[in-house]
């Protein structure tokens, strides 16, 4: 009666406390398996601490009532009377452990959503890091990429204008704030006669002919700006003038400062001579029709004061006074009636035949006839005859007569200089249509004023008595007469640049050419 009824409540007690123990080990083991999981959470760990406070609580709670109930059922209750005071004191201990825990919870909770929320921020921040960090490597290699395409632009444009610059036929060249030369292409120092190591310290103003040219350029590119078409002489290195035409930029700084200037100039020399020797072709052919008129109209009494003249001389004896007198009638009236033959060829009045003509065998009979004088004058001859050369149809006698006026000139060109060098060359011209013939001396050449009127009827530089003035317009009007053209260079442009003498480059059609050409002229008139 006294034990019975209090067995369920002790076998409850003890069963309860055992449990307790259990599943308090199982809810801090559950605790610790998710802090290793996830060791940087906040909340596993903070569970962790509190299942641990309350195993320890539910350990120090649970062995007190076992040992109490054993206690009691071993009639021991004066033992469990002794510890019981420490029993509960443990109690309050881990009581007080998981209330100070629980207690903390909340502002733990309050600090770990404020480093939850830094750390989104963080996190925040971090991606938008990384993505303008992308956008900076998209923009930089996309910068790359377009600085290399502007650098392939810049280099096709820089290898264009220097193709441009260095390939032009025409002087171009820079100059810098000082009129110093600072670059020039090949053309302006084959223009010049410079070499490029001569050019390092040459002024602007060495290039001009004139005082008064520089002065001019000058003002205009600092009024203007720039210039346009102006026609100069330029001084080469030899001193000789050229004309030229020239154009010229300024260059201006960022604070209006001028830099430099940039300039295009076009030779003008050969055009200038062209142009002369045109309008001397247009005053030659008004003068043809004249001296063909004047021709004919003297030849009459010329004729008839040779007549007569020779006619009186029969009258008188060799050798006396009137015999003497009446013979310079007669050779000055023979001198005036060749001049008058060399009007009428040179008004191309005279008559000429037409057949088929070989110019190397013409060459090589004027050689034939002339090679002993000028070997005696210490001139070489140099024969360069094209081979397969394709025949003219012309008047072999005046063709013969135009290349002994050459050959003369040439030697006369020499002869005052003790020999030189003679050069006849023939070949077909790179069209196929015309045959050239180039005959080149090495004298003293003819200047650039008297170009223009070599072909002139009477112009003449040699002394008083050594010439009529009327070689080369006679052989002027032959070439002309066979559809040809005749021109002059003085001094020679070759390869390897200038060469002191003077050049006759005769250009004759073709014989199929030639017909065309002589039909044309013959329906049109002649002088």
Same mark, same amino acid.
């Given at each position: 009666?006294?034990?019975?009824?209090?067995?369920?409540?002790?076998?409850?007690?003890?069963?309860?406390?055992?449990?307790?123990?259990?599943?308090?080990?199982?809810?801090?083991?559950?605790?610790?398996?998710?802090?290793?999981?996830?060791?940087?959470?906040?909340?596993?760990?903070?569970?962790?601490?509190?299942?641990?406070?309350?195993?320890?609580?539910?350990?120090?709670?649970?062995?007190?009532?076992?040992?109490?109930?054993?206690?009691?059922?071993?009639?021991?209750?004066?033992?469990?009377?002794?510890?019981?005071?420490?029993?509960?004191?443990?109690?309050?201990?881990?009581?007080?452990?998981?209330?100070?825990?629980?207690?903390?919870?909340?502002?733990?909770?309050?600090?770990?959503?404020?480093?939850?929320?830094?750390?989104?921020?963080?996190?925040?921040?971090?991606?938008?890091?990384?993505?303008?960090?992308?956008?900076?490597?998209?923009?930089?290699?996309?910068?790359?990429h377009k600085v290399e395409e502007r650098t392939e632009e810049l280099?096709?444009?820089?290898?264009?204008?220097?193709?441009?610059?260095?390939?032009?036929?025409?002087?171009?060249?820079?100059?810098?704030?000082?009129?110093?030369?600072?670059?020039?292409?090949?053309?302006?120092?084959?223009?010049?006669?410079?070499?490029?190591?001569?050019?390092?310290?040459?002024?602007?103003?060495?290039?001009?002919?004139?005082?008064?040219?520089?002065?001019?350029?000058?003002?205009?590119l600092a009024q203007d700006g720039y210039i346009k078409d102006l026609?100069?002489?330029?001084?080469?290195?030899?001193?000789?003038?050229?004309?030229?035409?020239?154009?010229?930029?300024?260059?201006?700084?960022?604070?209006?400062?001028?830099?430099?200037?940039?300039?295009?100039?076009?030779?003008?020399?050969?055009?200038?001579?062209?142009?002369?020797?045109?309008?001397?072709?247009?005053?030659?052919?008004?003068?043809?029709?004249?001296?063909?008129?004047?021709?004919?109209?003297?030849?009459?009494?010329?004729?008839?004061?040779?007549?007569?003249?020779?006619?009186?001389?029969?009258?008188?004896?060799?050798?006396?006074?009137?015999?003497?007198?009446?013979?310079?009638?007669?050779?000055?009236?023979?001198?005036?009636?060749?001049?008058?033959?060399?009007?009428?060829?040179?008004?191309?009045?005279?008559?000429?035949?037409?057949?088929?003509?070989?110019?190397?065998?013409?060459?090589?009979?004027?050689?034939?006839?002339?090679?002993?004088?000028?070997?005696?004058?210490?001139?070489?001859?140099?024969?360069?005859?094209?081979?397969?050369?394709?025949?003219?149809?012309?008047?072999?006698?005046?063709?013969?007569?135009?290349?002994?006026?050459?050959?003369?000139?040439?030697?006369?060109?020499?002869?005052?200089? #003790?020999? $030189?060098?003679?050069?006849?060359?023939?070949?077909? %011209? *790179?069209? +196929?249509?015309?045959?050239? =013939? @180039?005959?080149?001396?090495?004298?003293?050449?003819?200047?650039?004023?008297?170009?223009?009127?070599?072909?002139?009827?009477?112009?003449?530089?040699?002394?008083?008595?050594?010439?009529? #003035?009327? $070689?080369?317009?006679?052989?002027?009007?032959?070439? %002309? *007469?066979? +559809?040809?053209?005749?021109? =002059? @260079?003085?001094?020679?442009?070759?390869?390897?640049?200038?060469?002191?003498?003077?050049?006759?480059?005769?250009?004759?059609?073709?014989?199929?050419?030639?017909?065309?050409?002589?039909? #044309?002229?013959?329906?049109?008139?002649?002088?």
């Amino acid at each position: 009666m006294d034990g019975l009824p209090l067995l369920p409540a002790i076998f409850l007690d003890i069963l309860g406390s055992a449990a307790n123990i259990a599943f308090s080990f199982l809810a801090w083991r559950y605790a610790r398996l998710l802090t290793r999981r996830q060791p940087d959470n906040f909340v596993w760990g903070y569970l962790y601490y509190v299942t641990f406070a309350i195993a320890a609580f539910a350990i120090s709670r649970a062995v007190g009532h076992l040992v109490k109930q054993f206690l009691l059922i071993a009639g021991r209750a004066d033992i469990w009377m002794d510890i019981s005071s420490y029993s509960g004191g443990f109690n309050s201990l881990f009581m007080i452990s998981v209330a100070a825990v629980m207690i903390f919870y909340h502002k733990g909770v309050q600090a770990y959503e404020a480093l939850d929320l830094e750390a989104g921020k963080l996190k925040n921040a971090n991606r938008d890091l990384a993505a303008a960090a992308m956008q900076l490597r998209d923009l930089n290699q996309n910068l790359e990429h377009k600085v290399e395409e502007r650098t392939e632009e810049l280099s096709q444009s820089e290898k264009k204008f220097r193709h441009l610059f260095s390939e032009s036929k025409d002087m171009v060249f820079f100059s810098d704030a000082d009129n110093r030369l600072v670059d020039m292409n090949d053309s302006g120092f084959q223009m010049l006669g410079y070499s490029r190591e001569e050019t390092t310290n040459l002024l602007l103003a060495d290039l001009f002919a004139y005082p008064e040219d520089i002065r001019s350029y000058s003002g205009m590119l600092a009024q203007d700006g720039y210039i346009k078409d102006l026609n100069l002489a330029f001084a080469r290195k030899d001193g000789s003038p050229i004309s030229v035409l020239l154009s010229a930029t300024a260059i201006f700084g960022e604070k209006g400062e001028m830099l430099g200037s940039e300039v295009i100039a076009k030779d003008l020399t050969r055009l200038k001579v062209m142009m002369e020797q045109l309008a001397a072709s247009e005053k030659m052919a008004s003068v043809g029709q004249m001296a063909a008129g004047i021709a004919h109209e003297i030849n009459t009494p010329l004729g008839i004061i040779l007549g007569y003249s020779q006619l009186m001389m029969d009258e008188f004896e060799a050798g006396s006074e009137q015999h003497q007198g009446l013979q310079v009638i007669e050779r000055q009236t023979k001198a005036s009636r060749k001049i008058v033959s060399d009007l009428l060829k040179f008004s191309r009045q005279s008559g000429s035949t037409r057949e088929e003509v070989n110019l190397n065998e013409i060459l090589a009979d004027v050689m034939a006839v002339t090679e002993h004088t000028l070997s005696l004058s210490r001139i070489s001859v140099h024969l360069d005859l094209g081979k397969g050369l394709p025949s003219i149809t012309g008047d072999p006698e005046k063709l013969r007569q135009v290349f002994v006026n050459l050959v003369n000139n040439a030697h006369h060109a020499m002869l005052d200089m #003790g020999g $030189g060098e003679l050069f006849l060359r023939t070949h077909l %011209h *790179e069209e +196929g249509r015309s045959v050239v =013939v @180039e005959v080149r001396d090495t004298g003293h050449g003819v200047p650039e004023k008297n170009q223009a009127r070599i072909f002139e009827p009477f112009f003449t530089t040699k002394p008083v008595g050594q010439g009529t #003035g009327l $070689g080369l317009s006679v052989s002027y009007g032959i070439i %002309h *007469e066979h +559809g040809g053209a005749i021109q =002059v @260079e003085s001094p020679v442009h070759d390869r390897q640049g200038l060469l002191q003498g003077t050049l006759f480059r005769i250009t004759l059609p073709v014989e199929d050419e030639q017909k065309q050409e002589i039909s #044309g002229s013959q329906a049109g008139g002649s002088i």
